[in-house]
């Protein structure tokens, strides 16, 4: 009978297994790293569709007369962080009228239409660009048609 040496083999069985939780442990924090870069990506998304609400809800408002008289053809809205300093998105609001009757008087109005036989309506078109916040740029589109 003789004997079996199996030192190196041994030794060889637990590199292996130290390479695979090694890269069992690679593997987690890269799914860590991206998941939490889709979180951030997904509220700051969240944000600027708020935004875009919210910049048409005030055009509405503008357009009504509460604020200005005559026709309002565009807005420009610039949201920065909580301290002021930085820029974090830019709000470009245009409003295109399309009138019951003929368009007001003293003033220039982005018209579609005139006399129509319908209420009078403004297409409301807004749109939030980011500034760089997160790799992929964010840019929201929103289209109204809204009666008065």
């Known amino acids: ?49 708020l935004l875009a609400q919210s910049a048409t809800e005030y055009a509405v408002m503008r357009v009504q007369g509460f604020d200005q008289p005559g026709c309002l053809n565009q807005l420009n809205i610039t949201v920065k962080d909580a301290s002021g300093t930085t820029t974090m998105f830019d709000i470009a609001v245009s409003m295109h009228y399309s009138f019951r009757g003929a368009h007001p008087t003293g003033g220039t109005c982005n018209v579609l239409d005139e006399n129509t036989s319908q209420d009078t309506r403004v297409l409301i078109d807004t749109t939030v660009v980011d500034h760089n916040l997160s790799t992929d740029p964010i840019q929201i589109h929103q289209r109204s048609w809204q009666a008065f």
């Open 1 to 49: 009978m003789y004997a079996t040496k199996r030192y190196g083999f041994a030794m060889i069985l637990a590199i292996l297994v130290i390479l695979l939780v090694a890269l069992g442990g690679v593997m987690l924090l890269s799914n860590a790293a991206q998941s939490n870069k889709s979180v951030g990506d997904n509220y700051l998304r969240a944000q600027a569709e």
